[in-house]
């Protein structure tokens, strides 16, 4: 029976394993104090100082020397991204537009995309109560019929 | 063993412990086949590939924005979406990617209010239904909190939220940068994306001991008896190494307001000019939390429970840390059946 008769060598494992433990909890003590989160604040204030000496110098030395810094692609980068916001709106408004012509064409008296052709719901009924004062009923509706829709990735 | 026989096997457990380290990153990691279904600047929308779908609402996977989405689909055989596939669920999963210096102007409103409903909207249109399961852990819990709260009649049938911070008040990380002399604005203005491994370290403070030594010494010790796995240490290894960077804006915002300002608990959080107010979310709501939690600790979720409007509120709460709890070993057995049964009762037409 180990746990009656433990070896040395148990024994040795315990008490390593009990420390272990107590200074798992103790140091998650020290993280938990008031003034550890003072340390961190002031550590992490001091390190943002000094990266940002150390990016100005690098950006300074890499902009001397007629080369395009990290600033600058991040700058084409974030030219390419606005573009790509703005693609995206103009897709989204393509396929409104295309969905309002194709409620039209199927129902020629409907002027409103979002009232009578709005499709079925499989909500529980009370779901459904609640969608019914929302605007968000007719965006439901919208995802549904802009299936036939697929755009590629 | 005894002494004798540890020390014979000394130099060969060396070799492996060190073996193990030092190849963890070609472990195979989120290796289920998956297609691209839309994507967004540095954000995707996969959706999983399966013969068997029979659940009709589809289940949207959104992760946090630390770390990547792969611990949903860690390792063939212990994957999340492996299981919710084998259950029959069509899965999604929207990944936000690496963000860079380009897009430090990125804020949680395009988060909430963009990529995400965009994502959904991709989904519905992908999977040909109306509306759909949101399944969001750690702060993807909360963007879908916060879509689900300004968008209540919206498509989300479902709302399960797995370990994600609500409540700041009291919290460690609350604690550390919640204060006043951390100066959030300096981070956020000297790196345009706040490195992920600065993230990294400050997660792995909270438990400086655990992180930094008993995993290695767990792993030491597995090698020397012949018990370690070498897959799944080197799977959650690699996954744990992993840390995207987080955009300025975003990352402003998420601590000013989460943990300086406590906001969203108390309703005062605004996107767009909307308030987001948990108290208009009226999906079907299933809220996981996990005992150990050092980082979204329980009763920073809970108050979620009295504030939302939902009829139908479950709650699981479970031993096992923050991702212990569903990518633990146990997971497969004990948390992951529980939630496909939640999801299954709510998905049918």
């Not at chain 1, 433990?21 to 961190?40: I, K, Q």
């Not at chain 2, 409103?109 to 909207?121: A, F, H, T």
Request: neutral net charge.
């Amino acid at each position: 029976m180990g746990e009656e008769n433990p070896t040395p060598q148990d024994q040795a494992r315990r008490l390593y394993e009990e420390g272990e433990a107590r200074t798992a909890r103790a140091m998650e003590e020290l993280v938990g104090r008031d003034s550890f989160g003072e340390l961190l604040a002031r550590v992490t204030e001091n390190a943002m100082a000094l990266t940002r000496i150390g990016a100005d110098l690098a950006d300074t030395a890499i902009r001397n020397l007629r080369l395009a810094g990290r600033n600058d692609v991040a700058r084409l980068g974030r030219q390419l991204a606005r573009t790509e916001d703005k693609l995206e709106m103009v897709l989204q408004e393509v396929e409104r537009v295309r969905e309002r012509l194709d409620a039209d064409a199927a129902s020629p008296g409907a002027k409103d995309a979002g009232g009578s052709t709005r499709s079925s719901s499989r909500r529980s009924p009370a779901a459904k109560s609640r969608s019914s004062n929302s605007s968000a009923g007719a965006r439901r509706s919208h995802a549904g019929r802009r299936r036939s829709a697929k755009r590629s990735p | 063993m005894n002494p004798v026989q540890q020390l014979t096997r000394l130099p060969r457990a060396t070799l492996e412990f060190t073996n193990i380290l030092l190849t963890q990153d070609d472990a195979e990691i989120a290796a289920s086949p998956k297609d691209v279904v839309w994507t967004h600047r540095k954000t995707t929308l996969y959706r999983y590939r399966s013969a068997d779908r029979v659940h009709p609402v589809p289940v949207l996977l959104v992760f946090a924005l630390i770390n990547r989405p792969h611990i949903f689909d860690l390792r063939p055989g212990n994957s999340f979406v492996e299981f919710l596939l084998s259950e029959g669920f069509d899965v999604f999963l929207l990944d936000w990617g690496e963000p860079g210096d380009e897009d430090a102007d990125v804020g949680l409103e395009s988060y909430v209010c963009d990529s995400l409903p965009w994502g959904i909207r991709e989904t519905l249109r992908a999977a040909g239904e109306d509306e759909v399961s949101l399944l969001g852990w750690c702060i993807g819990g909360t963007l879908c909190a916060m879509h689900a709260a300004l968008e209540p009649g919206g498509a989300a049938r479902n709302l399960a939220l797995l370990t994600t911070p609500i409540d700041t008040a009291g919290s460690l990380y609350g604690n550390w940068v919640g204060r006043d002399s951390f100066d959030v604005d300096q981070v956020a203005d000297v790196h345009p994306a706040i490195p992920g491994s600065a993230i990294d370290w400050a997660n792995k403070m909270m438990k400086p001991v655990t992180n930094y030594w008993t995993t290695y010494r767990n792993l030491w010790e597995g090698v020397l008896d012949g018990t370690a796995r070498r897959d799944a240490y080197q799977a959650m290894a690699k996954w744990v190494a992993d840390n995207p960077p987080f955009p300025s804006r975003a990352y402003r915002e998420w601590i000013t307001w989460m943990y300086k300002e406590n906001r969203l608990v108390g309703g005062r959080l605004r996107l767009r000019g909307e308030r987001v107010d948990l108290g208009r979310i009226e999906q079907n709501l299933l809220v996981v939390t996990a005992g150990a939690d050092h980082i979204a600790p329980p009763p920073g979720t809970l108050p979620l429970l009295e504030a939302v409007a939902s009829d139908d509120v479950t709650h699981f709460d479970r031993s096992g840390g923050h991702i212990g709890l569903m990518a633990g070993s146990r997971a497969k057995g004990e948390i992951w059946p529980d939630i496909a049964d939640w999801l299954r009762e709510r998905s049918g037409r």
